[in-house]
């Protein structure tokens, strides 16, 4: 079946250190996102790939890092930076629609939960 | 720049009623809007897409969307609420060259009761 796969699907950590979120598709999307969702604030943009080996912050990278190797992968690294990393994660992907135009569909994971202790 | 503005954070219907969850989104260019919706710790599915062919959209599970520019609107309704229906729901913005960069709400929670 195609789908995106995040794993850990919960995870700890402790202040100070980094961790690294997986997240893999074999849906053939070339565009791939990473959201932050925290209670009552919907879900914000942190990182996105349109391309293999490019990608654009989104509103809220600071403190997070990615990178883009391959079309299926696009892991997402939290880092010491980040000062409140506690929160639900989701990456999702996206193909074009007609005539190349992206159609605003996002396909979703089932997310990595992330606690710092 | 563009936004959605989703009224009430939590709604209460009984099993049986009117669902209607509000969306008002705010745009210098045609928007496309979609509602997404989200079980417990899941991710987020797809319910419906405005993308500026008919106003009225149907999605999946009966739900059905309209937009209407003149009151910047995109609410979704559901004639009968069904226990199952209860789970977050997101309405998100974006615009044509956007990128699928999209803008979501803060959601709206959704409890059904018998």
């Known amino acids: 079946d195609g789908g995106i796969t995040q794993s850990p699907k919960y995870l700890f950590r402790k202040e100070g250190q980094n961790v690294t979120l997986s997240c893999e598709q074999n849906?053939?999307?070339?565009?791939m996102y990473w959201y932050r969702q925290d209670p009552g604030q919907g879900l914000r943009l942190i990182y996105y790939?349109?391309?293999?080996?490019?990608?654009q912050k989104g509103d809220i990278a600071e403190g997070y890092s990615v990178s883009r190797e391959k079309k299926e992968s696009f892991p997402l690294t939290v880092t010491s930076a980040q000062k409140n990393p506690t929160a639900f994660y989701l990456c999702?992907?996206?193909?074009?629609?007609?005539?190349?135009?992206?159609?605003?569909?996002?396909?979703f994971g089932e997310g990595s939960r992330l606690t710092v202790l | 720049a563009q936004s959605v503005t989703q009224l009430g954070s939590h709604v209460s219907v009984s099993e049986g009623a009117l669902v209607l969850l509000r969306c008002n989104y705010s745009?210098?260019?045609?928007?496309?809007l979609f509602w997404y919706v989200q079980y417990p710790n899941q991710g987020l599915q797809l319910l419906l897409k405005?993308?500026?062919?008919?106003?009225l959209v149907k999605g999946i599970n009966g739900f059905e969307a309209e937009f209407k520019k003149s009151e910047t609107s995109f609410h979704l309704t559901k004639p009968s609420a069904h226990m199952s229906d209860a789970a977050e729901y997101f309405c998100?913005?974006?615009?044509?060259?956007?990128?699928?960069?999209?803008?979501f709400g803060t959601g709206t929670q959704l409890k059904v009761e018998l």
């Open positions: 999702a992907s996206s193909t074009k629609g007609l005539a190349g135009v992206r159609t605003g569909e996002l396909f």
């Open positions: 849906l053939n999307h070339d565009a």
């Open positions: 790939s349109q391309i293999v080996n490019d990608f």
């Open positions: 745009s210098s260019v045609p928007p496309y």
């Open positions: 405005y993308t500026s062919a008919a106003t």
């Open positions: 998100a913005v974006t615009f044509t060259g956007g990128g699928n960069k999209l803008t």
